[in-house]
């Protein structure tokens, strides 16, 4: 299934459009996965439709309870959370979530989690041909699977085949999300493009924890978390370039955006697109505060379309 973009610009209006894979976008602001729900927690907050795409929960085969409280913690320019991938499971999701969604009529990218190369592909194929999938988001950054207990975020051939199989039942473009928990990114977003993935989003959370002193224990129960927000968002630029500098898939830039500004800086760094997590918490209308500001720089800079940011970083002034 290829899903139609009948949003196109208007006449007068700044040409926002950017692609991933054979989808294209009306602008390339996502919200990234776990930080919207299932969209319509936000529906009386934004304007949803404004968005370039919705990324929702990850979804596994089963449903999973997630981890017990406390399992969000604030920090210093960000949060740690350690919800642990709490969600419906990908029946309920498809008979209980895709129906509301669909009928958004924007772009929806169903993000998916397994423990092994199979569960993945199940959760796909179940997937395949569901009205309204525009997209499959595949979270690497699991703790760990069946295989050698290997995680596959870390691992470059396993984190391939992964993508591979995933490809092999899937008709909508594949988005492998990385994690940033690898000693070289250049070298997971490479194996991932050679496994045959449509698009590269990064970042996923880095791993923290906090410590309550007054109770000298962990903050979390988990004790450690994944930490998002403002705090992350040099270390994802960093990674977008270092990625952008081997691979010629699109990529998808995501830590610690807030603004219209961040996420242009994630373009000229090599983003085609960029997805808003943390930032909803603090303002609901964020993703779409994003989308307004990129409009507007669009016009105030008269360029001829937002696709002109992308890689435009000037590194000649350097030598
Ligand atoms: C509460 C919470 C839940 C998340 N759940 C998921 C998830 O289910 N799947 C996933 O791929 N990423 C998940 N993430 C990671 C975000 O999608 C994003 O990659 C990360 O938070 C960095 O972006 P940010 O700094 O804009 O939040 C979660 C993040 C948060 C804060």
């Known amino acids: 299934m290829e899903f139609v973009n009948t949003r196109g610009p208007e006449s007068g209006e700044p040409d926002l459009r950017v692609k991933i894979g054979s989808l294209e976008l009306a602008n390339p602001v996502m919200t990234a996965s776990g930080t919207f729900g299932y969209a319509s927690e936000f529906e009386e ?56 969604l669909h009928g958004l009529n924007v772009p929806v990218i169903v993000n998916i989690l397994g423990g092994s190369i199979e569960e993945y592909r199940e959760i796909t194929k179940r997937l395949e041909g569901v009205p309204g999938v525009a997209g499959i988001e595949v979270n690497i950054s699991c703790p760990n699977v069946k295989e050698g207990g290997v995680a596959f975020g870390g691992d470059p051939k396993m984190a391939a085949a992964v993508t591979t199989a995933v490809k092999e039942v899937c008709s909508v473009p594949v988005i492998v999300k990385l994690s940033p928990n690898v000693t070289d990114i250049k070298e997971m977003a490479y194996a991932v493009q050679e496994g045959g993935a449509d698009s590269i989003s990064l970042i996923n959370t880095l791993i923290g924890m906090a410590i309550d002193l007054k109770k000298k224990r962990p903050e979390l129960a988990n004790v450690i978390g994944g930490l998002s927000g403002p705090a992350i968002k040099p270390v994802a630029l960093r990674m977008v370039f270092d990625a952008s500098q081997v691979v010629s898939i699109p990529l998808i830039g995501i830590g610690g955006i807030e603004s219209a500004e961040d996420a242009l800086e994630f373009m000229l760094a090599g983003a085609s697109a960029v997805q808003v997590g943390t930032a909803n918490f603090v ?37």
Request: net charge negative; aromatic share 4%; hydrophobic share 40%.
């Open 45 to 100: 907050l934004m304007n949803l439709q404004k968005l370039g795409a919705v990324i929702v929960k990850g979804i596994s085969l089963e449903p999973r309870p997630g981890n017990p409280p406390p399992r969000i913690v604030e920090t210093a320019c960000g949060m740690l959370n350690a919800i642990g991938l709490q969600n419906v499971g990908v029946d309920r999701f498809i008979t209980e979530k895709m129906p509301y």
């Open 283 to 319: 303002n609901p209308r964020a993703s779409e505060d994003v989308v307004d500001g990129i409009r507007e720089y669009v016009l105030e800079e008269k360029l001829d379309s937002v696709r002109e940011m992308i890689g435009g970083l000037r590194l000649d002034w350097i030598r």
